[in-house]
């Protein structure tokens, strides 16, 4: 099955801890991107990568971090310097950068 | 400010009407494209349009562009049950075609 992979589904820290967002994927695909997703809101640009050891940030980088290390993963650290990191992250990919994006199912995370 | 905006913010219809959404966007793009996204869940892909194109069809969605007053609709005919669910619209945007800007969605109840 080919597809984007992200884990765990829900996630809950404490102030304070950094924590890392997995997302993973088997479609060969060049680009990847997270996106945060506060509720009854769209989804934001936080970092996207077009290849591997290359990203660049988004429109709400700060307090996040990444690393491209493998073309098939795309890991996100919400660090403790994120001011408000409570929200549901959705990792995607795309084959090219302006063509369709595939997305995971996200992960939930709470901080408290 | 985000690119892309929908409109309305919520809609509810009975099943069998057609359900239209807008979006609007504020500067020159590559291409547009439309996405679903069922409650606490990743965004799944329906309709990518060019600029260059005005129209496109799939299955039961329409999607047109009007690049002059900077908009796009998607129309929905004989919807069901199983398509309530929040659409967004996703814009490239201005020189940096990397990047993808996402409204804040429409959220569509479809009534049995």
């Known amino acids: 099955d080919g597809g984007i992979t992200q884990s765990p589904k829900y996630l809950f820290r404490k102030e304070g801890q950094n924590v890392t967002l997995s997302c993973e994927q088997n479609l060969n695909h060049d680009a990847m991107y997270w996106y945060r997703q506060d509720p009854g809101q769209g989804l934001r640009l936080i970092y996207y990568?077009?290849?591997?050891?290359?990203?660049q940030k988004g429109d709400i980088a700060e307090g996040y971090s990444v690393s491209r290390e493998k073309k098939e993963s795309f890991p996100l650290t919400v660090t403790s310097a994120q001011k408000n990191p409570t929200a549901f992250y959705l990792c995607?990919?795309?084959?090219?950068?302006?063509?369709?994006?595939?997305f995971g199912p996200g992960t939930r995370l709470t901080v408290t | 400010s985000q690119q892309g905006e929908e409109d309305p913010q919520a809609l509810s219809i009975q099943e069998g009407e057609n359900a239209t959404m807008n979006c609007s966007y504020k500067?020159?793009?590559?291409?547009l494209q439309w996405y679903r996204q069922n409650s606490g869940r990743g965004l799944v892909h329906l309709i990518l349009?060019?600029?260059?194109?005005r129209e496109k069809h799939s299955g039961r969605l329409r999607v047109t562009l009007d690049t002059s007053k900077k908009s796009s609709s998607l129309l929905i005919t004989a919807s069901r049950a199983a398509d309530t669910a929040s659409y967004f619209c996703a814009t490239d945007a201005g020189y940096n075609f990397n990047k993808f800007y996402f409204g804040s969605g429409t959220k569509l109840n479809v009534k049995p």
């Open positions: 500067t020159s793009i590559n291409n």
């Open positions: 349009i060019r600029s260059n194109e």
């Open positions: 990568s077009q290849i591997v050891n290359d990203f």
């Open positions: 995607a990919s795309s084959r090219e950068r302006t063509e369709e994006q595939y």
